[in-house]
């Protein structure tokens, strides 16, 4: 089996190698090709990937490359891990919205709109050159913003699924506080890829007891203060939302906040000098533990398990994914991208049937979905007036004079990254 990491020069490779040499019994690769265009970060990164399979005894081999189609040429499974324009951009991402009085994030809001329009014609691009090399090669995408990246190239034809580790976070969260192994947490989980909410949580599988009430009567206070909002609107949602959801619920907050301090692009980017370094020191078999404040948490657990269900191996059979929605919710198009469980396999992912959605949530994924829909229509076509409604439409802008200034602030400070302009 061979498998190819786009991005592989990230910084956070090493969690993902670590994930495979372990679980290497679940999905037993043989090749791992790591693929980038920055040869000196992707050397590095090779480099401990190879140590840290042999100290672990995995007998797979990891060859680095900056030929794309060479990397992909032969590959079971492409996993794209892309940030286009780097940190540099997500620091501008993260902070000219400010400038309007709106929320500086990568993946929602403006700076999610920025990161879209920069990202889906490259991974399109990825994805054509993909499917001419190998045309049964699954693409697995844990690129941001996911679920409008996975929707661009579901709807042009690739074999692909979308991940988050949103999920699988909650789940070893959970499972720690019952005392019980995280298989066997299965969540009602159920959303937008981070606009997701957490409705049941069951015990032993699709059918199992709901234990979420006893899970916020004994642990709502550190559940909340995990999610850095009040115990008091977990008790009156009755479920527990993403971290995400944060930016909505306490938008004007989380701004006044994030004006008194660093960018988290600027902490990643002073965090990945560090381990750039360590990664350069050859007596490294290990990832350290400053990986840990990277982000991505269980990532790479979510990726070895889903790559292995859809390459036919020991995969979990039920697993949270992003796909299309085909009328698991029926108040969103069937071409929607959601992130709910599904029942996954070599034929790709089947979304579970999902309880009816309380409007207080429904209302806000069908806003964000036709957000959504206007997005990829700018990141397909281009253009300052599809900018500007993807915008408009946006529940943390949603006023023409606040959308016409993002507009204008995005265009600027993406201009090389967008065709177009």
């Known amino acids: 089996m061979k498998l190819a990491v786009l991005g592989g020069g990230s910084t956070y490779t090493p969690e993902l190698i670590d994930g495979f040499a372990r679980l290497r019994d679940t999905l037993p690769v043989e090749e791992l090709v790591l693929v980038d265009p920055a040869l000196d970060r992707l050397e590095l990164v090779g480099g401990l990937a190879r140590r840290i399979f042999a100290k672990q005894g995995h007998p797979g081999r990891i060859t680095t490359t900056d030929d794309l189609d060479a990397g992909v040429e032969g590959a079971d499974a492409v996993l794209l891990q892309l940030r286009v324009g780097g940190q540099a951009a997500r620091n501008e991402d993260e902070t000219w919205p400010l400038e309007c009085g709106c929320v500086g994030q990568e993946t929602t809001g403006a700076g999610g709109l920025a990161k879209a329009l920069r990202t889906v014609p490259v991974v399109l691009d990825i994805a054509e050159r993909v499917r001419r090399s190998n045309p049964d090669a699954w693409i697995i995408d844990f690129t941001n913003p996911v679920g409008i990246v996975t929707r661009a190239l579901l709807q042009a034809g690739h074999k692909a699924v979308g ?13 720690g506080m019952l005392g019980v192994s995280p298989t066997d947490v299965h969540l009602d989980h159920v959303g937008l890829n981070h606009l997701t909410w957490e409705t049941h949580v069951r ?35 009755g479920v527990v939302p993403s971290y995400y959801l944060r930016y ?8 006044r906040e994030l004006g008194t301090k ?19 020191d050859p007596a490294l078999d290990e990832k350290p533990a400053l990986l840990g404040k990277r982000g991505g948490a269980y990532y790479s657990e979510a ?16 697993q949270v994914v992003n796909t299309y929605n085909r009328g698991t919710l029926p108040f969103l198009p069937d071409d929607a991208v959601i992130e709910v469980q599904a029942a996954v396999g070599h034929s ?12 207080l949530f429904a209302g806000l994924m069908a806003n964000v979905t036709a957000y959504e829909d206007l997005a990829l229509e700018a990141a ?38 967008l065709a177009w302009a």
Do not use: W
């Not at 709502?220 to 999610?227: E, F, H, N, S």
């Not at 660093?262 to 350069?280: D, H, K, N, Q, W």
């Not at 990726?303 to 039920?318: F, I, Q």
């Open 163 to 175: 991940l988050c580790n949103v999920a699988i976070g909650f789940q070893r969260k959970f499972a």
């Open 203 to 237: 015990l032993g599988g699709p059918e199992g007891e709901n234990v979420l009430p006893k899970l916020l009567a004994e642990h709502g206070d550190t559940i909340a203060g995990d999610l850095r909002l009040p115990s008091g609107v977990l008790d009156r949602l």
């Open 248 to 255: 909505f619920y306490a938008h004007d907050e989380v701004v």
């Open 262 to 280: 660093p960018s988290r692009a600027a902490e990643v980017a002073e965090m990945e000098r560090e381990l750039l370094t360590m990664y350069g």
């Open 303 to 318: 990726a070895v398990d889903l790559a292995a269900s859809l390459l036919g191996g020991g995969g979990s059979p039920y």
């Open 348 to 359: 790709g992912a089947a979304p579970l049937p999902v309880a009816p959605v309380d409007p």
């Open 380 to 417: 397909l076509r281009g253009g300052r007036e599809r900018v500007f409604r993807a915008l408009l439409a946006h529940p943390l802008v949603g006023q023409y004079a606040l959308a016409d200034g993002l507009t204008d602030r995005l265009i600027a400070h993406n201009r090389e990254h």
